[in-house]
């Protein structure tokens, strides 16, 4: 991320510094004397030289990117961008420079001679100058707005067209100015016929911008237009990871699935409506939720018009390990429907509630039941799957809560922390549950006491925990083996989506875990568990340190962390761009340089170690979320982590990179995708698919199957 922003100041400054060496440039034919000649020449030496410097600089910084980062961080902007920047500065240092020494030897008080006012009027002089402001103002424009992410022959292509049309003007008005003057005619040095050519050239350039910016417009409001129906699999742009041929190979278009059905007979495909899981067996608990909207209040009284299963603020689903589990979904009036993801729970891919690929939505009067068995232990959350980034901003959101089959005696006392950021008449309130301020909660000395921690919000949080040393017994659900004793004050992050188990040991004094990063004085979101008098006004301390799972527990033991080799290997470069999502504008977030449903989909075998490397090239942090799946961490920014640690959701700050691996043992149809809701709902998503599972259901508006 530093070497981003160290490249913003740098290629920005460029730009600048090349574009003022070009309108001075393009001055020097009408000095008066040779005198200001050289005194111009000369200041656009110096110029010269500091940018060729920090070009250089810039380039020390991309090769620093490399080396400590990787090929794939730098791929883009050495391969689409740096061609520019350096084919331009090559030209100002090859071209320029030297007729510049040339005008700066004119040193005499005399008119300027014919000879001198053609070279000074050369397009070698003034034109690489704005050809490598063009190129560095690219550069600079680049990383946010445009970022090259494994960019092929036209994406470099449509660059060097863009700027070569922003370059017309100039270079025609520049070349007519030199022929005049090879040509004997009289200069036209008066300074409102000057300033009256830079504003035709600026008119005439930002006319062929506003074209092309309407031309991008138009086809890119066009092509990004979701199909009003597709099976959700992009089968253009299949990756089958190195590995072995699959019952996809060789095959695109939308008829792939009906040719490797003919290819195989139909005899080992299965849809994914039949990919139940075994139903046979009653169900041992039974749960009913019904969404609908709610007008809902915080303990502030700040209210709120929300979506909710049952009427509540995140309802709490309890259940035993080894149950069979039944939830039966009402829609009472959520107009576009909704559905039920059991986030982090791998349950048959036919429970896993995405509309449009494994269910179709629930309309309102509908129904649907799910159903399926209690094998994880652990903390976990459901949610909408139908346009979530807005359903679960609204309140359909709840917890469910797997204890394990034989009492856990590490802890005596438990507390489900659900926090959300909800819109409320008062404006945007965080809240754990109900609890929108400080919550007290009583506990006697010596409690053993767990902390279920959830964050629903899109943007991660920080936590901490002060006044007891406490131990992360799990993070996503699943177990640390061998947690270690982390010290009061010792803050935690969890991403949007992510869970931790938070245990510790209840002292003769309050306890407070608060949101927040630092001791900045306000009044964070918190729980106080006391043993005595209820604490007045707690001291809110600075965080002591930050936790690592990299660096915690036992490592993690399984068929991935002793893998030698994997049957299939995967990238997800994260990055941001702006353009067109279903025919609106949007800043994007895209991976591999596309936005579904232009995203690759990764296809595997049932039974196949499968690796994926996720690189984050944008601007933002993304909590990359697998279903159906955890996923063991084997590496962080190229390196070997100490202690590899199992995630569903995990979360990938701005020039971060991760290695993680997965065992294919759900067969399906997945998604994966950013679990900042908002990055999802504008193409951050792609399909996980099992070679042998054909679709059973369409997305898009003629279903009303909208998932995001």
Request: glycine fraction near 8%.
């Amino acid at each position: 991320m530093a070497e981003t922003i160290i490249g913003l100041i740098l290629t920005a400054a460029m730009a600048l510094l090349w574009g003022l060496a070009g309108l001075a440039a393009t001055g020097l034919p009408y000095a008066k004397n040779a005198r200001r000649l050289k005194r111009a020449a000369s200041f656009l030496l110096a110029m010269s030289y500091i940018t060729l410097i920090l070009c250089a600089l810039w380039y020390a910084t991309i090769a620093i990117l490399m080396v400590r980062s990787g090929w794939l961080f730098a791929e883009g902007t050495v391969k689409a961008v740096v061609p520019f920047t350096l084919v331009s500065a090559g030209c100002v240092a090859a071209a320029t420079v030297p007729r510049l020494r040339s005008l700066r030897k004119s040193g005499t008080e005399e008119p300027l001679s014919q000879e001198t006012i053609v070279q000074a009027a050369h397009p070698a002089v003034a034109l690489p100058y704005y050809s490598a402001a063009l190129a560095s103002g690219m550069a600079a424009f680049s990383p946010i707005f445009a970022q090259a992410v494994l960019p092929d022959l036209s994406d470099i292509m449509n660059r060097l067209l863009l700027l070569a049309l922003l370059l017309l003007v100039p270079a025609l008005l520049i070349r007519r100015r030199h022929l005049l003057v090879r040509r004997g005619e009289k200069r036209r040095t008066g300074l409102g016929i000057r300033l009256w050519n830079a504003i035709v050239a600026a008119v005439l350039t930002s006319l062929i911008g506003i074209a092309i910016i309407v031309a991008n417009v138009i086809t890119g409001s066009l092509a990004s237009r979701l199909p009003e129906a597709s099976d959700m699999m992009n089968h253009e742009h299949v990756d089958e990871g190195g590995g072995s041929p699959t019952l996809m190979s060789g095959l695109r278009g939308h008829a792939h699935v009906h040719h490797a059905v003919q290819r195989d007979g139909g005899a080992s495909t299965i849809e994914v409506s039949a990919l139940t899981g075994n139903l046979s067996a009653p169900a041992d608990v039974k749960f009913e939720l019904v969404a609908r909207r709610q007008q809902l209040t915080l303990a502030s009284g700040a209210k709120i018009s929300a979506w909710a299963y049952n009427g509540e603020i995140a309802p709490e689903l309890r259940v035993r390990q080894g149950d069979m589990v039944e939830v039966k979904l009402v829609n009472k009036d959520i107009d576009n429907g909704v559905t039920i993801h059991w986030h982090g729970y791998n349950v048959p891919n036919a429970m896993d509630g995405v509309p449009g690929i494994t269910q179709d939505v629930v309309k309102p009067g509908q129904s649907f039941v799910y159903k399926f068995r209690a094998e994880q232990e652990g903390s976990y959350w459901f949610h909408s799957h139908q346009q979530a980034s807005e359903q679960v901003a609204r309140g359909l959101f709840g917890s469910l809560i797997v204890e394990p089959a034989n009492k856990d005696k590490s802890y005596d006392e438990e507390l489900t922390v659900i926090q959300h950021r909800w819109e409320t008449d008062q404006g945007h309130r965080h809240a754990f549950g109900t609890e929108d301020g400080m919550q007290y909660e009583q506990m006697k000395p010596g409690t053993k006491v767990k902390l279920r921690v959830i964050n629903t919000h899109n943007l991660s949080q920080n936590y901490i925990l002060q006044g007891a040393d406490y131990r992360i017994a799990a993070i996503d659900g699943v177990r640390i083996r061998e947690p270690g004793l982390l010290p009061d004050g010792t803050a935690f992050r969890l991403g949007s989506g992510a869970r931790h188990d938070v245990v510790f040991t209840m002292p003769d004094h309050p306890v407070m875990l608060r949101t927040g990063d630092s001791n900045n004085g306000k009044k964070d979101l918190a729980i106080v568990l006391y043993s005595g008098a209820r604490p007045e006004a707690p001291s809110f301390e600075a965080a002591s340190g930050q936790f690592d799972p990299s660096r915690y527990g036992r490592p993690a033991e399984n068929e991935e962390t002793s893998a030698a080799a994997f049957d299939r290997e995967f990238e997800m470069i994260l990055g941001n761009r702006m353009g067109f999502y279903n025919g609106k504008f949007h800043f994007l977030w895209t991976v591999n340089g596309e936005v579904h449903p232009n995203t690759p989909t990764f296809v595997v075998k049932e039974g196949e170690l499968i690796k994926t490397t996720f690189v984050n090239k944008s601007l933002a942090e993304h909590p990359m979320h697998l279903h159906g799946h955890h996923m063991t961490v084997l590496k962080k920014n190229g390196k070997k982590v100490e202690t590899p640690w199992l995630a569903d959701t995990l979360n990938v700050h701005p020039g971060e990179s991760y290695e993680v691996a997965f065992k294919a043992n759900n067969p399906g149809m997945w998604m994966d995708h950013c679990h900042n809701l908002d990055h999802a709902a504008t193409g951050m998503i792609l399909h996980l698919m099992y070679d042998h599972v054909r679709p059973s259901y369409e997305a898009g508006t003629r279903s009303g199957n909208l998932p995001d």
